[in-house]
């Protein structure tokens, strides 16, 4: 059994904030791995502005060089657009893992406009790591007064393999300002640095293209 959590977005692009946020996530739950799943297209953002996918987990797979993490487009072969669909995948693909969903408080104060967000935290744990700002209307989010009843100490949280979801936890650790928005506003020709690179999925082992 490996004990995995589950970091999803656009990445675009990846950067250190994400790579601090595992590495924290992985200590703090015992990890063995952080699985970034680049999504191909996120329902909830504009297509605008958004780099082609192999560009994208180029520089994640950059990102996470050295560390136990694996940038991954996996979703593009489940043929999943939505996490509850691909969280489902994942389970029967890799039974024998454990996985945990990591998101930012940012994510949870929107949460309730994710599909099936209730089914989501019915499948596997959730860790929910502080994010600069978020906090007080993640705290105050339509979702979170239906998940408090199931939150539990973060003192507990190494033993989340043994939790019957819905459960969550809330992390809080040095807050890390970078954000992929901010990169783009600084850099917006940055995808052409990858744009020529052939990059291999490290879970599929397919081409990405």
């Not at 992390?171 to 690179?197: C, I, M």
Request: with cysteine; aromatic share 10%.
């Amino acid at each position: 059994m490996k004990k995995i959590g589950v970091l999803g977005g656009s990445f675009n692009p990846a950067h250190g904030g994400h790579r601090t946020i595992s590495l924290f996530a992985c200590k703090a739950l015992g990890l063995d791995e952080v699985w970034w799943l680049v999504s191909p297209g996120n329902p909830l953002k504009p297509a605008k502005g958004m780099a082609p996918l192999p560009t994208r987990l180029a520089r994640a797979r950059k990102i996470a060089r050295r560390a136990p993490i694996r940038a991954t487009a996996i979703e593009r072969q489940l043929r999943t657009r939505y996490t509850a669909d691909t969280l489902h995948a994942l389970r029967q693909r890799y039974p024998r893992h454990r996985f945990i969903w990591l998101m930012g408080a940012d994510n949870l104060a929107q949460f309730a406009r994710w599909k099936d967000w209730r089914g989501i935290a019915r499948q596997i744990p959730i860790a929910v790591i502080a994010r600069p700002g978020y906090d007080d209307v993640a705290r105050g989010s339509t979702a979170m007064s239906w998940l408090r009843r199931f939150v539990r100490s973060a003192r507990q949280s190494a033993d989340w393999t043994n939790w019957r979801p819905p459960a969550l936890v809330l992390l809080r650790f040095r807050p890390d300002p970078r954000s992929a928005t901010l990169l783009r506003q600084a850099d917006p020709l940055w995808h052409r640095e990858y744009e020529a690179t052939c990059v291999r999925d490290p879970l599929t082992r397919r081409l990405i293209v």
